[in-house]
């Protein structure tokens, strides 16, 4: 099983962009579809994009399509989130998880690890 831990959240402006960075580490990354969920307090955790195992093909919450890309280096057992144009509804914890091998729209079809969570604060 994947133990992943993110980074790069933090505070920014509107209109800004970050890259949000998950390591993994453990046996197998490249066989495990990879996703960004977020979560405001009082809310739901929300998947927002996922990418597959191998090729990784990428499938995008409507919400953050065209803002949102997401992307995974095998090599270095990472997986990026980097987000354009951020706004203030854009504050949220961030996680990436981990699980089966492909894309249920913007989650895998399997939920197996998550991170601890960075937190993204969009503010002026």
């Known amino acids: 099983q994947l133990q992943l831990v993110e980074s790069g959240g933090g505070l920014v402006q509107p209109g800004e962009s970050l890259r949000l960075s998950c390591a993994a580490s453990?046996?197998?990354?490249?066989?495990?579809?990879l996703a960004w969920f977020r979560q405001v307090p009082g809310k739901e955790r929300e998947g927002v994009a996922c990418?597959?195992?191998?090729?990784?093909?990428?499938y995008y919450v409507d919400s953050v399509k065209g803002r949102f890309t997401i992307s995974r280096d095998n090599a270095k057992n990472v997986v990026y989130l980097d987000i354009n144009n951020l706004k203030p509804e854009d504050t949220a914890t961030f996680y990436c998880a981990a699980g089966g091998y492909y894309c249920s729209g913007a989650v895998p079809n399997e939920l197996e690890t998550w991170g601890q969570g960075t937190l993204v604060t969009v503010s002026s």
């Open positions: 990418i597959g195992s191998r090729e990784g093909a990428t």
């Open positions: 453990g046996y197998g990354f490249e066989y495990y579809a």
